[in-house]
């Protein structure tokens, strides 16, 4: 006798229970973080709790890869689109009931990156954050003050010019390979980490991106992946800046969400190394926020510091914008740029990307305390 099959009626028949789980999980992930906004208890628990346990786990999942897993997927995604397509078609052709399962199946998957987003780092932006939880009083620093913390900035890193080699006509050279930079930025959080509490204390690695010159047109030099747990690089971008970019996005691996937050982090954790290209990279690229910063507001006081500085920093600075004329002004940077203000914007950092200059007033602060 032909065995008929036993096929599923009801509910289950249009939505797998894997699907309603993984449903269900979205729904608890999205009363957290509405919760969270309105909880700064809530927001630390789960962001010191599920969030710290999962950015280790998907950091250590992805280290033994020397490459970026999330470029690798950005790659393949026509394949992986084209396959849902295929696979869509497919089970349309079957049945509603055969569609409507792989339909739903498909959305709880989104979901579930939804939730993971949520678990790993969503929540933080909404929490006490690191500035709070080192006790440094954030406020609105003059002209002056600026000008005076990037006078020091300025000495600190000429102080190190003799120790850093300038290949005649471009910036300076960072002297060993990219994987060897990650491992003693690693080695500098293993010291900021025992100074300061809220930055996970974890080993990770960071990632060059392979299309970094064609990535240099968005004008990023670094990204966090939450979902691979992955501190992603552009290696495109002169040595001082990838050098800072690496310490930032491994800031964001360890639960620092706010930018301005992660470029202060970056900032500590290169100026602590032990090794002086890490600290004159720490020291220049926060020379360069300043530096922004004043233009913006003194054209007189631009003028004055960038005329005191030594040749070498001087050099520095015009290579760098010598080679980014080329990527300055294109469509490409004007999309990436309103994405990635949008999304500053909706997670708690109504300034949008400006936030990122904001850390000039932290590191102001930080050095008046301490010096």
């Known amino acids: 006798m032909k065995k008929i099959k036993n096929e599923k009626k009801g509910f289950f028949a249009f939505i797998p229970l894997w699907a309603l789980i993984l449903f269900g999980l979205g729904g608890i992930a999205f009363a957290i973080e509405l919760i969270s906004k309105r909880s700064v208890a809530l927001s630390d628990f789960i962001t010191n709790t599920t969030g710290k346990f999962f950015r280790a786990l998907l950091s250590y999942s992805t280290y033994i890869f020397p490459f970026s897993v999330a470029e690798m997927l950005l790659w393949f995604s026509p394949v992986l689109v084209g396959i849902i397509i295929f696979l869509a078609v497919k089970y349309a052709s079957r049945s509603w009931k055969a569609f ?3 339909v739903s199946g498909f959305l709880a998957l989104c979901v579930t990156v939804y939730s993971l987003f949520i678990f790993t780092m969503g929540t933080a932006y909404y929490g006490t954050g ?6 440094l009083e954030r406020k609105t620093i003059s002209e002056e003050e600026l ?3 990037a006078v020091v900035i ?3 890193a000429a102080e190190l010019k003799d120790e850093i080699m300038y290949p005649e006509g471009t910036y300076s050279s960072m002297p060993y390979t990219f994987f060897e930079m990650s491992k003693k930025i690693n080695e500098a959080y293993d010291v900021v980490c025992e100074k300061f509490d809220g930055i996970d204390d974890i ?3 960071v990632k060059p991106v392979i299309l970094s010159p064609l ?4 004008h990023i030099s670094g990204v966090y992946s939450f979902f691979t747990g992955e501190a992603n690089v552009n290696t495109n971008y002169p ?4 050098a800072s970019s690496a310490a930032h996005e491994m800031a964001h691996q360890r639960g620092i969400v706010t930018e301005d937050e992660a470029n202060f982090v970056a900032f500590l954790v290169c100026t602590e190394s032990d090794d002086p290209y890490l600290r004159y990279a720490g020291y220049m690229d926060m020379l360069n926020t300043f530096m922004m910063e004043i233009a913006a507001s003194s054209s007189e006081l631009y003028s004055k510091l960038y005329s005191s500085m030594p040749s070498e920093l001087q050099g520095e600075f015009a290579s760098y914008s010598a080679f980014f004329d080329k990527y300055r002004e294109n469509v490409a940077a004007d999309v990436s ?3 990635n203000n949008t999304y500053i914007e909706n997670h708690n950092q109504p300034a949008g990307v400006k936030t990122y200059g904001l850390v000039v007033e932290l590191v102001a602060a930080y050095m008046a305390q301490t010096d």
């Open 100 to 102: 409507s399962r792989f």
């Open 130 to 135: 690191f500035i709070g939880k080192m006790g």
């Open 147 to 149: 000008y005076e913390t």
């Open 215 to 218: 990535w240099t047109y968005t």
């Open 337 to 339: 740029d309103a994405v």
């Open 154 to 156: 300025a000495q600190r």
């Open 239 to 242: 040595d001082f800046v990838m």
């Open 203 to 205: 080993e990770t690695r």
